[in-house]
């Protein structure tokens, strides 16, 4: 695991690049003690995340698997309490996945973890829980559904097949799609324009998004109207002219 961080962006690297970043009990337990200290980070405002090598990451090492059968249900756990779910999803900042190659079942789910995805043009996405013989734990048989609709859910998760990040994005599971050499550095960039807003703000709009998305739209509006008001009164007024110039100078440079 690398972490590299610079002006209130953290990039964080999946570094098993021999086995394709694949998910065994060492690498878990980085990801959740990375995730669980970058949470608590006050200088970090945004995290990219991305794999080493030629994938992003493979899911669960089934030779670690196949040595200890009970990795998934007592290793690494699952449910929305397991560790890695809870680390990555739970973490304030928001969370950019770089998604430079295959995200393979337990590595799909954990690219689904982050807010949003860019992908390099080698990037695919497949899962094979039905191959393997295993039900997912980590949260893809219900994101999956939410992003890109049931019926193109369905036909990735019941067929294995893999979807080459072009179909991604059409289908609404990607934003962007860069080259290999640049996807990095514009998920950099894009994390770093997050860091330049008010962190704040940045941290409670992020939760109010992934809870009202859990929610009808009814109650998603109830929960914006209670929090907005609650966090009006925090405000510092006396700052806002100074954003809004700087707003100004920003959309004219756009």
């Known amino acids: 695991m690398e972490v590299r961080e610079e002006a209130g962006v953290a990039l964080v690297t999946l570094n098993r690049p021999d086995a394709n970043n694949a998910l065994n009990r060492e690498l878990t337990g980085a990801i959740i003690a990375t995730f669980t200290a970058l949470a608590a980070s006050e200088t970090i405002r945004a995290i990219v995340l991305t794999g080493a090598g030629r994938a992003f990451c493979a899911g669960v090492d089934l030779k670690a698997l196949t040595d200890e059968p009970e990795l998934l ?9 397991s560790p890695i779910v809870v680390a990555v999803e739970q973490c304030p900042q928001p969370i950019i996945g770089a998604v430079n190659g295959a995200a393979v079942t337990g590595g799909f789910e954990l690219a689904l973890a982050c807010d949003f995805l860019f992908a390099s043009e080698h990037a695919r996405f497949a899962d094979t829980h039905a191959r393997v013989g295993i039900l997912p734990g980590w949260g893809l048989s219900q994101k999956l559904s939410r992003l890109i609709g049931i019926n193109r859910a369905r036909e990735i998760s019941l067929t294995g097949n893999f979807v080459d990040a072009h179909r991604a994005e059409a289908w609404g599971l990607v934003n962007r799609v860069c080259s290999a050499e640049e996807l990095v550095t514009e998920a950099l960039a894009s994390a770093a324009q997050i860091a330049e807003a ?57």
Not at 217 to 229: K, Y
């Open 73 to 81: 249900s007592r290793g690494l756990g699952l449910g929305p309490q």
């Open 198 to 254: 008010d962190p704040d703000t940045v941290v409670a709009l992020k939760s109010l998004m992934n809870d009202g998305a859990k929610e009808s739209l009814g109650e998603a509006l109830e929960i914006e109207g209670d929090r907005g008001n609650a966090f009006a009164k925090t405000v510092d007024y006396s700052q806002m002219a100074g954003r809004l110039a700087s707003l100004r100078q920003r959309a004219a440079k756009q």
